[in-house]
């Protein structure tokens, strides 16, 4: 497991520490990495949940037009939020 310094306190600490076990420090290298990770599936849950308004909306005037807009709506939304 490779070290590398704090660079608070500058004692050697892991690279895969999440925080200096000797002055609590955040580990910046592991925070960095943390926050590239990025979800693709926002573009489906938003069509999925416009899906759903308008399927509530729809139910309105033709209800079996408005449950199948909100089970389709609500499908695409989970396949987004899984993404």
């Known amino acids: 497991m490779p070290l590398q310094k704090c660079l608070d306190c500058g004692k050697e600490i892991s690279t895969a ?8 420090k955040p580990n910046r290298v592991l925070i ?3 926050s590239k990770i990025q ?3 926002g573009i489906f849950e938003a069509i999925g949940f416009i899906l759903i308004i308008c399927g509530i909306f729809s139910c309105l005037v033709n209800s079996t037009l ?3 807009l909100i089970v389709i ?3 695409i939304f ?4 899984f993404l």
């Open 78 to 81: 989970l396949i987004g939020r």
């Open 39 to 41: 979800r693709k599936g």
């Open 32 to 34: 960095n990495q943390s």
């Open 17 to 24: 520490a999440y925080s200096c076990p000797h002055c609590g």
């Open 66 to 68: 408005g449950i199948l």
């Open 73 to 75: 709506g609500f499908i």
